[in-house]
């Protein structure tokens, strides 16, 4: 019975002290309008938007207290608002590809990312094992590491056959 009771009280100060998200811009400073904000994940359930401490900032109104794996249809804002653990020097602020968990890269892992900037380390948060080496290039990611040996052998025979 007195587990009963210390775990209905710890359910409880969960629910009295929500921890509110930090502050972040969304396109209006209206953030329980739909559209100024982008949506809320689905999982876990009753997350939303609510103005921020800041005025024109918006913050989620309670972060869930695991953020590595679990949301549905997270945003890079959504993230940014409720950051996840640091690893390493990165606060892991951007949302994976599947938009299903927070990682912490360099940038976003989404198509807004500034070209040519992805690195293996990016890649490997971004995408986890499917997607873990960066191109040559760093246009993208990819799965298999490719050799820059390779790349620059094959640019030499084919500059020797132009000859």
């Known amino acids: 019975m007195t587990i009963q009771k210390l775990l209905l009280l710890c359910i409880l100060v969960n629910f009295v002290f929500a921890i509110q998200g930090a502050d972040v811009t969304c396109s209006g ?22 103005n921020g401490a800041r005025t024109g900032k918006c913050a989620i109104s309670d972060c869930p207290s695991n953020t590595q794996s679990g949301l549905v249809g997270a945003s890079d804002l ?16 951007y949302s994976n590809t599947e938009i299903t968990g ?16 992805w690195s293996n380390s990016d890649c490997l948060a971004c995408n ?9 290039d760093q246009s993208g990611c990819t799965a ?9 052998s094959s640019l030499f ?3 020797l056959l132009l000859i």
């Open 29 to 50: 400073s209206a953030c329980t309008t739909p559209g100024n904000c982008p949506s809320v994940p689905t999982t876990p359930p009753n997350l939303a938007w609510q």
């Open 157 to 159: 025979l084919l500059s």
């Open 144 to 152: 298999q590491q490719q050799s820059n040996i390779l790349f620059l």
């Open 78 to 93: 959504f993230c940014l608002s409720c950051p996840g653990s640091t690893s390493g020097s990165a606060k892991a602020k």
């Open 128 to 136: 986890g094992y499917s997607l873990q080496y960066a191109k040559p």
């Open 102 to 117: 927070y990682v912490a890269s360099s940038a976003t892992c989404g198509n807004t990312r500034t070209p040519n900037t």
